[in-house]
């Protein structure tokens, strides 16, 4: 006879390779059950929509666009004239019922029977808008003036490995600061297994709101704070603020890098010198080691319309969801295995992509450290007609596995600095972990 425990244990097992077949009643959520009403995170997009009155019909979308130019004139032309927002106006939950709704499941499923995370990336996308509009909205309009979009992902901590295919899930989210014109949200994701919910993940969103034709900025609603509790969320983000100035300003793109990183690649550098030859020239690559040339994956999409989002440029989460999937086919193809995602970081939206861009994506294996791997995909526009190159966005993962990693030696000054980038970024993401 086997122990109550080890039958809960393999009931947990059946439960979480069925992706398509009979349902686990432990992933169905009781507040997800029919006949309850809540908001689909497939109904986000369409929400903005009819914020914002985008279609969902490709030339009547164009034209909806060009008719928000006349809503310009409900603008505020300073902060003082709007009026100032809670925390609670702008909380927003949405429900993801892949326990519940079983044909929701296809479009979120990979092949290693999980979720497809970037496939959550574009969920907390557009989430985010929705929570900022949330906070701007004013009823006595029947659309709003402001274009808000995505400025930067400040962070994505993962708090669990699995993220199962057949268990409902739950965002929920507020703005948590505000600025003049720019607004940061911060969500969180939970899942419903085994009779509760467990906390998945948090993310930190930055957004900017702009005119109507998404030209120059725009004023939002202060934040209007009714609790010490509150104060303490809205002080981290004049924190988070601080320290995203500090890290640009020490950027090695525009300054160099600090006596001790020097040192550290300059070790690197003697580790690689052929003790036989001691010429600079000749170069030897330590045990258990791999050139930073050999650890690179690229890709490339063309931007087609059905990727747009309501502003009739590339979806951000979009572009997440590639760089992330190569991100993580870069890593897994470094280590051999499976990768397990520890955080994202640092996404930077430099500039919208255009609808028929050619959109480059280069990923790097740039600093391991123990069983730790650090990515960064660089994505870039290219003008066909032109052959220039426009950088759009630079995202930053952190990956883990079992065993120890096999260290990623630079060879060049720039792959030394890209290994010192992303040193900074693993450790600022183990700082925040722990």
């Not at 010198?273 to 050999?294: C, Y």
Request: net charge neutral; glycine share 4%; charged share 25%.
């Amino acid at each position: 006879m086997f122990s109550p425990r080890v039958l809960k244990s393999a009931s947990s097992l059946m439960c979480r390779g069925l992706s398509t077949g009979q349902m686990c009643r432990q992933g169905k959520a009781p507040d997800m059950a029919d006949g309850n009403t809540f908001l689909l995170v497939s109904n986000v997009r369409n929400r903005l929509r009819e914020i914002v009155g985008a279609s969902t019909n490709w030339k009547d979308h164009q034209q909806a666009l060009a008719e928000r130019a006349s809503l310009s004139q409900y603008l505020a032309q300073s902060q003082d004239e709007l009026p100032a927002k809670t925390m609670k106006d702008s909380a927003v939950e949405a429900h993801l019922p892949l326990g519940s709704q079983p044909a929701l499941r296809e479009k979120y499923l990979n092949y290693h029977n999980s979720v497809r995370f970037g496939r959550i990336l574009e969920d907390l996308d557009s989430l985010a808008v929705l929570i900022c509009y949330s906070h701007t909205w004013n009823k006595e309009l029947k659309r709003s003036p402001l274009s808000i979009v995505t400025a930067l992902v400040d962070k994505i901590d993962l708090r669990k490995n699995i993220i199962y295919p057949d268990c409902d899930i739950k965002f929920t989210g507020h703005v948590t600061w505000v600025g003049k014109t720019s607004i940061e949200a911060k969500m969180h994701m939970s899942q419903y297994h085994d009779g509760a919910y467990t906390n998945v993940l948090d993310a930190t969103f930055v957004m900017v709101a702009r005119d109507p034709e998404n030209k120059r900025a725009a004023f939002i609603n202060p934040l209007k704070l009714e609790s010490p509790e509150e104060e303490a969320i809205f002080q981290q983000g004049e924190i988070n603020k601080t320290r995203r100035v500090e890290l640009s300003t020490a950027s090695l793109l525009k300054v160099a890098p600090t006596a001790e990183e020097r040192t550290l690649i300059h070790n690197l550098f003697l580790n690689t010198l052929d003790t036989q030859t001691v010429s600079f020239r000749s170069r030897i690559l330590p045990p258990n080691s791999v050139w930073m040339e050999d650890c690179k994956m690229k890709g490339l999409e063309i931007c087609h319309p059905q990727e747009r989002n309501i502003f009739n440029r590339i979806f951000g989460g979009f572009l997440m969801r590639k760089a992330y999937e190569l991100g993580w086919a870069n890593a897994c193809a470094f280590v051999g295995c499976r990768p397990t995602l520890v955080a994202v970081d640092d996404i930077i939206f430099r500039k919208p992509v255009e609808i028929g861009s050619l959109l480059l994506l280069s990923s790097q294996v740039c600093y391991t450290e123990g069983m730790h791997i650090q990515v960064r995909v660089h994505t870039e526009v290219l003008d066909p007609l032109t052959r220039q190159h426009s950088t759009t966005n630079v995202f930053h993962f952190t990956f883990c596995i079992d065993n120890d990693i096999p260290s990623v030696v630079p060879q060049s000054y720039g792959e030394s600095m890209l290994y010192l980038d992303g040193k900074r970024h693993f450790d600022e993401t183990m700082r925040s972990q722990g």
